[in-house]
Protein backbone atom coordinates (compact mmCIF):
# COMPACT_ATOMS: atom_id res chain seq x y z
CA UNK A 1 0.00 0.00 0.00
CA UNK A 2 1.22 3.46 -0.71
CA UNK A 3 1.95 6.11 1.50
CA UNK A 4 -1.39 8.80 1.25
CA UNK A 5 -0.93 11.89 -0.70
CA UNK A 6 0.20 15.20 0.92
CA UNK A 7 -2.36 17.09 3.08
CA UNK A 8 -3.80 19.82 0.51
CA UNK A 9 -3.20 22.30 3.24
CA UNK A 10 0.31 22.21 2.82
CA UNK A 11 0.90 25.85 1.05
CA UNK A 12 3.29 25.16 -2.20
CA UNK A 13 6.17 26.48 -1.61
CA UNK A 14 9.80 25.24 -2.86
CA UNK A 15 11.51 22.98 -0.53
CA UNK A 16 14.86 24.74 -0.63
CA UNK A 17 16.50 22.71 1.94
CA UNK A 18 18.70 20.42 -0.41
CA UNK A 19 16.73 21.15 -3.31
CA UNK A 20 17.84 21.81 -6.86
CA UNK A 21 17.86 24.40 -8.27
CA UNK A 22 14.90 25.57 -9.99
CA UNK A 23 13.37 22.52 -7.81
CA UNK A 24 8.99 22.36 -7.77
CA UNK A 25 7.55 22.71 -4.68
CA UNK A 26 7.31 19.49 -2.74
CA UNK A 27 3.51 19.58 -2.51
CA UNK A 28 3.02 19.51 -6.00
CA UNK A 29 1.22 22.62 -8.28
CA UNK A 30 -2.38 23.19 -9.12
CA UNK A 31 -4.72 23.78 -12.12
CA UNK A 32 -8.01 25.54 -11.65
CA UNK A 33 -11.36 23.58 -12.23
CA UNK A 34 -13.72 25.90 -14.03
CA UNK A 35 -17.37 26.63 -12.75
CA UNK A 36 -19.39 23.52 -14.47
CA UNK A 37 -16.87 22.21 -16.34
CA UNK A 38 -16.39 18.10 -16.55
CA UNK A 39 -13.70 16.32 -17.08
CA UNK A 40 -10.96 13.68 -16.92
CA UNK A 41 -7.08 13.03 -15.60
CA UNK A 42 -5.13 10.61 -16.88
CA UNK A 43 -1.37 9.94 -16.30
CA UNK A 44 1.51 8.01 -18.33
CA UNK A 45 4.91 7.30 -17.32
CA UNK A 46 7.98 6.32 -19.46
CA UNK A 47 10.62 5.17 -17.01
CA UNK A 48 12.08 1.79 -16.13
CA UNK A 49 11.39 3.41 -12.75
CA UNK A 50 8.08 3.32 -11.05
CA UNK A 51 5.96 6.09 -10.99
CA UNK A 52 3.40 7.51 -8.57
CA UNK A 53 1.23 10.42 -9.36
CA UNK A 54 -1.27 11.54 -6.53
CA UNK A 55 -3.84 14.10 -7.54
CA UNK A 56 -6.41 15.92 -5.33
CA UNK A 57 -9.57 17.56 -6.34
CA UNK A 58 -9.85 20.81 -3.62
CA UNK A 59 -13.05 23.47 -3.28
CA UNK A 60 -11.43 26.62 -4.16
CA UNK A 61 -12.99 28.93 -2.20
CA UNK A 62 -12.98 26.48 1.11
CA UNK A 63 -9.60 24.77 0.58
CA UNK A 64 -11.64 21.33 1.39
CA UNK A 65 -10.18 18.22 -0.02
CA UNK A 66 -13.29 16.76 -1.87
CA UNK A 67 -11.30 13.73 -3.36
CA UNK A 68 -8.01 12.49 -4.03
CA UNK A 69 -6.67 9.35 -5.91
CA UNK A 70 -3.38 7.72 -6.55
CA UNK A 71 -1.97 6.58 -10.32
CA UNK A 72 0.78 4.07 -10.41
CA UNK A 73 2.77 2.44 -13.47
CA UNK A 74 6.16 2.15 -15.04
CA UNK A 75 7.53 1.19 -18.27
CA UNK A 76 8.06 2.71 -21.70
CA UNK A 77 5.03 5.20 -22.85
CA UNK A 78 2.60 3.21 -20.76
CA UNK A 79 -0.57 4.54 -18.99
CA UNK A 80 -0.51 4.27 -15.43
CA UNK A 81 -3.81 2.95 -13.89
CA UNK A 82 -5.52 3.83 -10.31
CA UNK A 83 -4.29 2.01 -7.54
CA UNK A 84 -7.94 1.31 -5.96
CA UNK A 85 -9.27 -0.09 -9.19
CA UNK A 86 -6.79 -0.53 -12.07
CA UNK A 87 -8.82 2.25 -14.55
CA UNK A 88 -6.95 4.00 -16.65
CA UNK A 89 -8.90 7.14 -16.16
CA UNK A 90 -10.20 9.52 -13.23
CA UNK A 91 -13.50 11.45 -13.65
CA UNK A 92 -14.70 14.19 -12.31
CA UNK A 93 -18.36 15.94 -12.78
CA UNK A 94 -19.23 19.99 -13.54
CA UNK A 95 -20.19 21.51 -10.66
CA UNK A 96 -21.14 25.46 -9.94
CA UNK A 97 -17.92 26.44 -7.90
CA UNK A 98 -14.31 26.82 -8.58
CA UNK A 99 -12.06 23.71 -7.45
CA UNK A 100 -8.30 23.28 -8.14
CA UNK A 101 -6.78 19.75 -8.77
CA UNK A 102 -3.22 19.31 -7.50
CA UNK A 103 -0.78 17.02 -8.29
CA UNK A 104 2.16 15.60 -6.88
CA UNK A 105 4.76 13.13 -8.80
CA UNK A 106 7.42 10.42 -7.24
CA UNK A 107 9.36 7.88 -8.05
CA UNK A 108 11.03 4.78 -6.84
CA UNK A 109 13.56 1.74 -8.12
CA UNK A 110 10.71 -0.72 -7.52
CA UNK A 111 6.81 -0.82 -6.70
CA UNK A 112 7.75 -1.60 -3.16
CA UNK A 113 10.41 0.95 -2.85
CA UNK A 114 11.09 4.28 -0.99
CA UNK A 115 9.37 6.50 -3.29
CA UNK A 116 10.88 9.92 -3.54
CA UNK A 117 9.49 13.48 -5.01
CA UNK A 118 10.35 14.21 -8.70
CA UNK A 119 11.21 17.16 -10.38
CA UNK A 120 7.75 18.45 -11.39
CA UNK A 121 7.90 21.47 -14.31
CA UNK A 122 4.90 24.23 -13.66
CA UNK A 123 1.44 22.54 -15.55
CA UNK A 124 0.95 24.11 -18.96
CA UNK A 125 -2.54 25.08 -19.58
CA UNK A 126 -3.88 25.54 -23.24
CA UNK A 127 -7.84 26.76 -23.80
CA UNK A 128 -9.88 25.84 -27.06
CA UNK A 129 -12.76 28.10 -27.94
CA UNK A 130 -15.77 26.70 -29.25
CA UNK A 131 -16.11 26.84 -32.56
CA UNK A 132 -18.02 25.45 -35.53
CA UNK A 133 -19.84 22.47 -35.06
CA UNK A 134 -18.31 21.95 -31.90
CA UNK A 135 -19.72 24.21 -29.13
CA UNK A 136 -17.64 22.74 -26.01
CA UNK A 137 -14.89 25.03 -24.87
CA UNK A 138 -11.97 22.91 -23.42
CA UNK A 139 -8.73 23.48 -21.58
CA UNK A 140 -6.00 20.94 -21.72
CA UNK A 141 -3.19 21.22 -18.73
CA UNK A 142 -0.05 18.77 -18.76
CA UNK A 143 2.14 18.03 -15.50
CA UNK A 144 5.55 17.15 -16.53
CA UNK A 145 7.89 14.73 -14.46
CA UNK A 146 11.78 14.02 -13.87
CA UNK A 147 12.87 10.91 -11.50
CA UNK A 148 16.35 12.77 -11.23
CA UNK A 149 18.08 11.00 -13.84
CA UNK A 150 18.14 12.61 -17.57
CA UNK A 151 16.40 16.00 -17.32
CA UNK A 152 14.23 14.57 -19.87
CA UNK A 153 10.72 15.24 -18.01
CA UNK A 154 8.55 12.73 -19.43
CA UNK A 155 9.05 10.04 -16.60
CA UNK A 156 5.82 10.52 -15.27
CA UNK A 157 2.63 13.14 -17.29
CA UNK A 158 -0.35 13.92 -16.35
CA UNK A 159 -2.96 15.24 -18.01
CA UNK A 160 -6.49 16.87 -17.23
CA UNK A 161 -8.66 17.85 -20.07
CA UNK A 162 -11.79 20.22 -19.11
CA UNK A 163 -14.60 20.82 -20.59
CA UNK A 164 -18.22 22.82 -21.20
Same mark, same amino acid.
Given at each position: $??????????? *?????????????????? *????????? @??? =??? *??? /???? =???? *????????????? /???????? =??? $????????? &? #????? =?????????????? @? /??? @????????????????????????????? &??? /??? #?????????? &???????
Amino acid at each position: $MSAPAPPSTEP *TTPNTAAAAPNASPTTGY *TVEIKPNFR @GAV =RAT *TNS /SGFQ =RATF *TLIDKASGREIAS /SIFIGHGA =RSP $MTLESNGAP &V #WKFVG =RPETRLVKVFIEHA @G /SPN @GKFTPSKLAKPVTIKKEPDDGHNEEYYFS &VFL /SED #WTDNDYDDGV &VTITQWK
